[in-house]
Every structure is written in structure tokens, then in C-alpha cells.
């Protein structure tokens, strides 16, 4: 079956440390990554997605993601992370029909 | 564009009671789904469609009912409610073919079922 994993259930960070929440898939097919995020109180937003090519992909507010088809892997990075950045990041795999398969979440706390 | 809306945003309901969360969209969507979202489980798909008069059970289908009768509207019914049944509910469409199928998310309904 079609699955996605956020090992990272909570993550607490000071203000300017680097973050990198992990992401693991298992899909034998065509892979199609997301990493959505969710504010306090607010609904999803996309963060970025990958369909092919670069496996670099950045996305908004300064986050980056890594595909790495080797270990089923798509991370999510940041350098630097701000107050603002709290929030519930899932990691979600396009599977058959369209159906997204979302990870567990990881909750990232960053204090000022 | 007003994406996609759900209503209510909050409801308790006693057990045994029904409701219809309401979801809309206005971008011409073919496809639209239901899910549920419960504290260390993420996102769980209760029910999908494709298109109008087309759903299909996502992972957690039982105690929930769908329809489509207008690509417009998808709202989920909640027949006999259930203890189980609290959680946060979103709605979510986007098109659908391709590979491109970014899907955008309503607001949430917070439901607390006594």
C-alpha cells in the first residue's frame, strides 16, 4: 500500500537554526511530492511540489525540498527559521486516482 | 475567486444527531475530496469525486455519505454522528488529469460530537 512517513512528530527550534523535517515514501509508480503547511487556526497552503526533473525544489518563504529517489526521500529544508515558521508541516504523495496520502504531520515550534 | 469554502466552521452535535458539512468551489474543479484531520494521524481521505455524479470511498468511508450533483458542491453527510466522529473536517478540489494536480484546501469545519 501507498504510504508516507514524518518521522519527526515534534520539533522545537531557536529562532535562526537551520530545520530539515524528514519524508519518507513508499511508491513504485510516478512520484508526485508535495509539502503543505499549516498556521495556527488555518487551512492548508501549499509550500512546494515536485513532479520531475530538478530534484531541488524551492518553494515559498524561503523552504527547499530535496527528492532523493535512492532512499524515497523528500525533506523539507529551511536555513534559517523565524518565529512565523510555527506551524504543522505534512508531506503528501499523489497516489493512484489522484488521491493525495498525506505523512502524520510534524509540528515545528520555533521560539523567539 | 473565492477558492474553496466550507460550512460551518464550528458544530457539536450529540450523539446520534446528523448534519451535511457544506463544501463549494468556484474554479471549475472536477475533482474534490473529504478528509479528516486527527491529532498524530495527518490527513485521512473519506471521500473522493471526479467528477458530477462520480465519488468513490477514500481510507476511512463508514459513517459518512457523499453526492455530487453539481461540479460546484460536494457536501459530506454525517448520518448518525459518533464520539469517532470529532475532528477537524477539510475539503479540498483540484483539476484533474495531468500531473499538475495541486489541490487546494478549504477552511475546515471543527465538528465535537458529544
Known amino acids: 500500500a501507498q504510504s508516507v512517513s514524518q518521522h519527526n512528530h515534534h520539533v522545537i527550534l531557536s529562532e535562526a537554526a537551520s530545520l530539515e523535517l524528514g519524508c519518507n515514501y513508499s511508491?513504485?509508480?510516478?512520484?508526485?511530492l508535495f509539502w503543505y503547511v499549516q498556521y495556527p487556526g488555518q487551512h492548508l497552503q501549499l509550500l512546494l511540489k515536485?513532479?520531475?526533473?530538478?530534484?531541488l525544489v524551492k518553494g515559498i518563504k524561503g523552504f527547499e525540498a530535496e527528492f532523493i529517489k535512492s532512499k524515497f526521500s523528500f525533506n523539507l529544508r529551511k536555513p534559517s527559521v523565524q518565529w512565523s515558521d510555527t506551524a504543522e508541516y505534512f508531506c503528501?504523495?499523489?497516489?493512484?486516482?489522484?488521491?493525495?496520502?498525506f505523512g502524520q504531520g510534524t509540528e515545528l515550534s520555533v521560539k523567539p | 475567486n473565492a477558492g474553496v469554502t466550507q460550512t460551518p466552521k464550528f458544530q457539536v452535535l450529540k450523539t446520534g444527531q446528523s448534519m451535511t458539512l457544506q463544501c463549494a468551489q468556484d474554479?471549475?474543479?472536477?475533482?474534490m475530496s473529504w478528509y479528516r484531520q486527527d491529532p498524530g494521524m495527518g490527513l485521512r481521505l473519506i471521500h473522493y469525486s471526479v467528477g458530477a455524479g462520480i465519488t468513490d470511498q477514500g481510507e476511512v468511508p463508514n459513517g459518512y455519505n457523499v453526492s455530487r450533483s453539481t461540479t460546484e458542491d460536494f457536501p459530506l453527510r454525517l448520518l448518525s454522528a459518533a464520539p469517532s466522529q470529532t475532528s477537524v473536517y477539510f475539503c479540498?478540489?483540484?483539476?484533474?488529469?495531468?500531473?499538475?494536480?495541486?489541490?487546494?484546501f478549504g477552511p475546515g469545519t471543527r465538528l465535537t460530537v458529544l
Open positions: 511508491y513504485g509508480g510516478t512520484v508526485n
Open positions: 503528501a504523495a499523489l497516489g493512484q486516482g489522484g488521491k493525495l496520502i
Open positions: 479540498a478540489s483540484s483539476r484533474t488529469g495531468g500531473r499538475t494536480n495541486e489541490q487546494f
Open positions: 515536485y513532479f520531475s526533473g530538478d530534484p
Open positions: 474554479m471549475n474543479h472536477e475533482y
